[in-house]
């Protein structure tokens, strides 16, 4: 597609749920990457793709949050047990090449998760 | 992760110029500098890098120093859709490297 899709762009979810956050990156993009942004915070790393596999997952909180990409495309953001603390804009971007210093990111739009 | 430091917030009047500082003294000899900013509701947008030398876009341009402890982005003519928040992200240039945001600068552009 012409940029990156996230879905849903909002979820309101109760304590405890699980949820599934969709990330449809640039096409031929092989480097994928997920960021989790608080209000009046800048973004902040969780995992980073490359193709299929997790190539850094240094940045997931703890073992409630995971991540999959099974066919190098589409990735996908599993969060269970929510908690409240767990509300903030889910970003996905996506880049051509993997990272290094001159390559820039594309960004979605984020889905706002909302934990009541 | 070499660090920067931004102000927290900017001012500037509608099509005059801006010019938005980012201090990075600990930058190291193989990273870049780029700039990203977020319009609200929306993920970063990228907006310009450099390594060494002056770099323009239809964007912005971008000063570096010659030391390149510090660089200086430029809008030439802002606009009331150029308030949003700016990050300078310094990325070195090896495998492995993601972006590290700081909070960045808020900008207000009044009319």
């Known amino acids: 597609g012409a940029g990156v899709s996230q879905t849903p762009s909002n979820k309101v979810t109760e304590k405890g749920k699980y949820v599934e956050l969709r990330c449809d990156p640039i096409s031929g993009h092989t480097a994928l990457y997920w960021y989790r942004q608080s209000l009046g915070q800048g973004p902040e790393f969780l995992i980073y793709f490359q193709g299929t596999g997790a190539a850094d997952d240094s940045g997931l909180p703890n073992d409630r949050f995971f991540a999959v990409r099974p066919e190098g495309s589409v990735s996908t953001l599993k969060i269970q047990r929510t908690e409240r603390g767990d509300s903030a804009v889910y970003l996905c971007?996506?880049?051509?090449?993997?990272?290094?210093?001159?390559?820039?990111?594309?960004f979605g739009s984020g889905t706002r998760l909302t934990v009541v | 992760d070499a660090k920067t430091t931004q102000p927290n917030s900017m001012e500037s009047n509608e099509e005059e110029p801006v010019h938005l500082p980012c201090n990075h003294s600990t930058i190291s000899g193989t990273d870049y500098i780029h700039w990203y900013r977020q319009l609200p509701s929306q993920g970063p947008e990228y907006v310009i890098h450099?390594?060494?030398s002056n770099v323009n876009n239809r964007m912005a341009s971008l000063a570096i120093a010659e030391d390149r402890k510090s660089s200086t982005l430029i809008l030439h003519r802002a606009t009331l859709r150029d308030a949003a928040v700016y990050y300078c992200i310094l990325r070195p240039d090896s495998y492995g490297q993601n972006f590290v945001f700081g909070p960045g600068t808020r900008l207000s552009v009044l009319p």
């Open positions: 450099g390594l060494t």
């Open positions: 971007a996506s880049s051509l090449t993997p990272r290094v210093g001159g390559d820039g990111y594309t």
